[in-house]
């Protein structure tokens, strides 16, 4: 006659293998959080780079295609870069002010502050770089006398 084992019902996890769950998803926390933090605060500055370019390319486009009439240019400041209508930012047409906003982590530095492009050419008003800059990493983008951006 074959032995029969009577299995007692299940009750569930024991607090030990609780324990192990909890302390391997926070070691897991613990090394995904500054990398996160790392790929966050490189993706600002890229976005920052981008929205800087496009803003002074569509600046020159703007104003070789004679848009409205006017010379277009751009502002960058601490904390936004502003692409505008008119001859000089204090004189701006704010109806066609398109605004970007800077992450606060990028801090903005250099030569070039405002830019107007000439009608019908394109030719930036000024040259010179702008640095964007937050704690991981820098980029210094130029602009010369064609309106060319390189970085």
Do not use: C, H
Not at 79 to 103: C, H, Q, V, W
Not at 141 to 148: A, K, M, P, V, Y
């Amino acid at each position: 006659m074959p032995l029969m084992w009577k299995k007692s019902p299940s009750r569930g996890f024991t607090l030990l293998e609780v324990l192990l769950s909890v302390g391997i998803m926070a070691i897991l926390a613990g090394i995904g959080a500054p990398i996160f933090g790392r790929s966050q605060t490189k993706n600002d500055l890229d976005t920052a780079v981008v929205s800087l370019t496009q803003s002074w390319r569509r600046g020159q486009v703007l104003a070789i295609a004679n848009e409205g009439d006017s010379l277009w240019g751009v502002k960058v400041s601490a904390g936004s870069i502003t692409l505008f209508k008119g001859a000089a930012f204090a004189a701006r047409d704010t109806n066609y002010d398109e605004t970007f906003d800077l992450p606060a982590t990028i801090s903005v530095s250099g030569a070039v502050g405002e830019i107007t492009f000439s009608k019908l050419t394109g030719t930036p008003s000024a040259t010179g770089s702008v640095s964007l800059t937050n704690f991981a990493a820098s980029t210094t983008l130029n602009i010369n006398s064609q309106g060319t951006v390189s970085s």
